[in-house]
């Protein structure tokens, strides 16, 4: 009786071992998978994001073809600024103009410089500023992020015009400036759409008394004209 009862107790034991060899095994396999599973979905997110950038970027090359060397006749008079930080030329791609006025009777780029620096920015925040006898004034690079609209800045273009046009009327000279620079930023970009300021944010820029219909529709005619020069 003891030995047979004890013949059956090391047949039992030994069925339990390989029972448990067989649980270690699969929970090895269960581990394997996993990892597997967790190589193949980082390597295939991975290949997408790539694959996400690089249409993305195709994409816009292709919506924005830009003349970049192309010779417009317009003169933008260069000024050079000590931008307090470092300006993100990375992410910048203007798909719209913004119109604003200085809301100051005079300004020149040093001034607007100036107080811009006291809000605690870079530097200037318009890509241009045009003053009352027309002469465009370079702000922020062109390739460069600008601070001029809220929420809107990594897309717009930003044409700063010297004067309060809530009580004071924009000069011939600014007029003509003006829709020559959108013109040119318009072909330049392919960019059709310009905003006010007041398009976008709660505020009166740029005035009640500022002409934007008729600015417009006579920059969508110089940007029709620059179309035509050479590239
Ligand atoms: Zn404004």
Redesign the pocket.
Known sequence: MTRKYHTRRRKKRRKFKFKIDKHRIELFLILLIIILIAISSSLSSCIKTKYNSSSKNIFSEMRLKRHLNKSYPVKINEVTYNWKSPLNTKDFIPTQI?L??TATSTANPQLVNAAHLANGWSGIGYHFLIRKDGTIYRGRPENAIGA??LNYNAQSLGI?LEGNFENENITAAQEKAVTSLCGMLMDKYSINKICK?SDLYN?A??GKKFPFDKIYSESKEKAEEYKKLPD
């Open positions: 913004v604003h006025h001029h609209v700063c300021h505020t820029c740029p």
